[in-house]
């Protein structure tokens, strides 16, 4: 079955780095656009960053753009999720995600809060 499994997020103060990574299994990665979103409380989940199966094309919102990387290792079945210059806005729960035969796949998704 697909999985994926997200890790990184944490506290962190404004301005700072953080990098998050995604191992996925039970589908074949190598093939397979990889996304990520968020979706802090009482808001609508957001797409954040999405990368093409070879990695050559990504695509970012212009709330990130500039700010964050999405990249893959289609040999370790991970993809990650550069982000610098946090914000509070940023403040989220974290998913990432890939769409199988047209059904969406979601983790569990890890926490990001960014505060002073």
């Known amino acids: 079955q697909v999985q994926l499994v997200e890790s990184g997020g944490g506290l962190v103060q404004p301005g700072r780095s953080l990098r998050l990574s995604c191992a996925a299994s039970?589908?074949?990665?190598?093939?397979?656009?990889m996304s990520w979103a968020r979706q802090a409380p009482g808001k609508q989940r957001e797409i954040v960053a999405t990368i093409s199966s070879s990695g050559l094309n990504r695509n970012y919102p212009a709330s990130v753009k500039g700010r964050f990387t999405i990249s893959r290792d289609n040999a370790k079945n991970t993809v990650y999720l550069r982000m610098n210059s946090l914000e509070p806005d940023d403040t989220a729960v974290y998913y990432c995600?890939?769409?199988?035969?047209?059904?969406?796949?979601w983790g569990q998704g890890t926490q990001v809060t960014v505060s002073s």
């Open positions: 039970g589908f074949p990665f190598s093939g397979s656009a």
């Open positions: 995600g890939c769409n199988i035969m047209g059904r969406p796949y």
